[in-house]
Structures are given as structure tokens and as C-alpha cells.
């Protein structure tokens, strides 16, 4: 007599298999929809129309959306100019390279921008008192008055977590340590949020030691500012924290801010093992 022969253990990895592989396409397709419907929006800043304006400390800003691959000659030449004065003595002999890198990240058509402009109605008072030797470019006006800084940012995945990756962050002298990065940086992080990212990540040299300072000791949220509650950390894909040996060669740092336990989990804490 034939008795039914019982499901094997091989049949069942394979079953299980099977189902893990289906579940990880899922959501690896989910994350590409996700960052390919944050990318779609043009204009972020319509949804946060209190962002536009910044009116303080002695400036009378404007800020604008735009896209890296409908940048304007002016406007390219005026990214460059300002990373060359802000970047080349944080990346030292290694700037004639990252120029050519940052030249080419500029117009890739997943750059998102928010262009940073002197108000219209901003008088003729320190904001334009810059000389022409710091000052990179005073073409570049269109008709939002004069640009003062930018920040590049774009929507990827990062260990198979959607983030907002700031590439650039950059202002000039005349508008620094007067709010100014904090305000867009609180505007980053609601952006962040609104699409459904689960950090902001971003790469700053070492050298670059305000930098390094403001993201990581000085940079505060608003009164009014309640989405995020910590600072930003150096990240466990950070050089330094993958390997110290490795951290000692590289000249930069990952920091991030996570949004949510999983995030956390994979890009914030550095999880032992024994």
C-alpha cells in the first residue's frame, strides 16, 4: 500500500523563497514609484508658501524652484562660480576633479534646485555692499533680483531606504550666520516629509568645518518647526563608520537625519555584532 508522501523541506524553501523574492520586487518597485512621483513635482515650494519669503536679520530673500536640466547658461555659470569660492579650499587638491564631477551632477535631469534671490524689494543695504572679488556673479538676476546661493537636492535610495540627498547647500558670505540655512534646511526637511522620504542625507568634506559644525552642533528647528526632533548624525554608511581605517583616508563625512525606525535602524545606529 502507497502511502501520500508529505511535502518536503526543499519544497517549502523554495515556496518561502519564492514569496521573499515577490516581496522584495514589491518593494523595490514601491521605493521606484515613490522617488519617481517625488521627482515629478516641479515646484515644491508651492506647498509651503511661507517658505518662499525669508525677511530677516538684515535680508529680504526669494526663493524659487527649478530643475537640472532646465537651467539657464547664467545660472550654470553662477553654480559654478559660487562652488569654486565656497569649495575649493575645503576639497583642496582634489577640487580640479570634484569640479568636473559637480559640473556634470549640476544638469543631470533628477537635480532638483531651490534657487536662493535677493527680494525685489530688498533695499541696496549689506546684502549688496559684497565686493566683486567675493562676490561670484551679479548677473545672474532674471526677475527675482540677484541669486545669493542654492541648494541642490535630489530624491534616491540610500541602502534601499527613499531619501532627499542634499548635494549642495551653498550661500554666499554676505548671507551666511543670519538663519538663512537653518530656514531652508527646515524647508529640505518638510519637503522630505511631504513626499514621503525617510531621511535627509548629505556629504560634507572635513575640512569644511563650519559646515561640519552647523549640521551637526548648531543646527535648530523653529518655534514653530515640530516634524524633526534631533540633529544630524554621521550616517553608519559614513567611511568613518564603516570601517575607521577606511574613514581616516577619505576626506568626508555622510550625516543624515532619519525620519522613521527603519531609517534609524539601517542608517543612524550601528548595530553590533559579536
Given at each position: 500500500?502507497?502511502?501520500?508522501?508529505?511535502?518536503?523541506?526543499?519544497?517549502n524553501?523554495?515556496?518561502?523563497?519564492?514569496?521573499?523574492?515577490?516581496?522584495?520586487?514589491?518593494?523595490?518597485?514601491?521605493?521606484?514609484?515613490?522617488?519617481?512621483?517625488?521627482?515629478?513635482?516641479?515646484?515644491?515650494?508651492?506647498?509651503?508658501?511661507?517658505?518662499?519669503?525669508?525677511?530677516r536679520?538684515?535680508?529680504?530673500?526669494?526663493?524659487?524652484?527649478?530643475?537640472?536640466?532646465?537651467?539657464?547658461?547664467?545660472?550654470?555659470?553662477?553654480?559654478?562660480?559660487?562652488?569654486?569660492?565656497?569649495?575649493?579650499?575645503?576639497?583642496?587638491?582634489?577640487?580640479?576633479?570634484?569640479?568636473?564631477?559637480?559640473?556634470?551632477?549640476?544638469?543631470?535631469?533628477?537635480?532638483?534646485?531651490i534657487?536662493?534671490?535677493?527680494?525685489?524689494?530688498a533695499?541696496?543695504?549689506?546684502i549688496?555692499?559684497?565686493?566683486?572679488?567675493?562676490?561670484?556673479?551679479?548677473?545672474?538676476?532674471?526677475?527675482?533680483?540677484?541669486?545669493?546661493?542654492?541648494?541642490?537636492?535630489?530624491f534616491?535610495?540610500?541602502?534601499?531606504?527613499?531619501?532627499?540627498?542634499?548635494?549642495?547647500?551653498?550661500?554666499?558670505?554676505?548671507?551666511?550666520?543670519?538663519?538663512?540655512?537653518?530656514?531652508?534646511?527646515?524647508?529640505?526637511?518638510?519637503?522630505?516629509?511631504?513626499?514621503?522620504?525617510?531621511?535627509?542625507?548629505?556629504?560634507?568634506?572635513?575640512?569644511?568645518?563650519?559646515?561640519?559644525?552647523?549640521?551637526?552642533?548648531?543646527?535648530?528647528?523653529?518655534?514653530?518647526?515640530?516634524?524633526?526632533?534631533?540633529?544630524?548624525?554621521?550616517?553608519?554608511?559614513s567611511?568613518?563608520?564603516?570601517?575607521?581605517?577606511?574613514?581616516?583616508?577619505?576626506?568626508?563625512?555622510?550625516?543624515?537625519?532619519?525620519f522613521?525606525?527603519?531609517?534609524?535602524?539601517?542608517?543612524?545606529?550601528?548595530?553590533?555584532?559579536?
Amino acid at each position: 500500500m502507497e502511502s501520500k508522501g508529505l511535502p518536503s523541506n526543499h519544497s517549502n524553501d523554495n515556496r518561502e523563497n519564492r514569496v521573499k523574492r515577490k516581496e522584495v520586487l514589491e518593494k523595490k518597485k514601491a521605493m521606484d514609484e515613490l522617488i519617481k512621483s517625488a521627482s515629478a513635482d516641479k515646484d515644491p515650494l508651492s506647498s509651503f508658501p511661507s517658505f518662499r519669503h525669508f525677511d530677516r536679520n538684515g535680508l529680504s530673500i526669494y526663493l524659487k524652484s527649478g530643475c537640472g536640466d532646465k537651467l539657464s547658461s547664467s545660472i550654470k555659470q553662477y553654480i559654478m562660480r559660487l562652488l569654486k569660492a565656497n569649495m575649493e579650499a575645503p576639497y583642496g587638491f582634489e577640487w580640479p576633479t570634484e569640479e568636473k564631477v559637480k559640473r556634470s551632477e549640476m544638469v543631470a535631469p533628477e537635480a532638483r534646485y531651490i534657487f536662493v534671490h535677493e527680494a525685489p524689494s530688498a533695499s541696496t543695504s549689506e546684502i549688496l555692499t559684497m565686493s566683486e572679488r567675493k562676490r561670484p556673479s551679479n548677473n545672474c538676476v532674471e526677475d527675482r533680483g540677484p541669486m545669493v546661493g542654492f541648494v541642490h537636492y535630489r530624491f534616491t535610495l540610500e541602502e534601499k531606504i527613499p531619501v532627499l540627498y542634499v548635494y549642495e547647500l551653498q550661500l554666499e558670505p554676505c548671507v551666511q550666520a543670519k538663519g538663512l540655512g537653518n530656514f531652508l534646511m527646515q524647508l529640505i526637511e518638510l519637503i522630505a516629509c511631504k513626499n514621503r522620504m525617510s531621511a535627509v542625507v548629505l556629504t560634507v568634506q572635513k575640512a569644511n568645518s563650519l559646515a561640519m559644525n552647523f549640521y551637526l552642533n548648531k543646527l535648530r528647528i523653529g518655534e514653530n518647526f515640530v516634524l524633526v526632533l534631533s540633529r544630524y548624525v554621521v550616517s553608519t554608511v559614513s567611511p568613518s563608520r564603516v570601517d575607521p581605517l577606511l574613514g581616516i583616508e577619505k576626506s568626508y563625512e555622510i550625516l543624515c537625519k532619519a525620519f522613521d525606525h527603519e531609517a534609524k535602524a539601517i542608517l543612524e545606529v550601528m548595530i553590533q555584532t559579536h
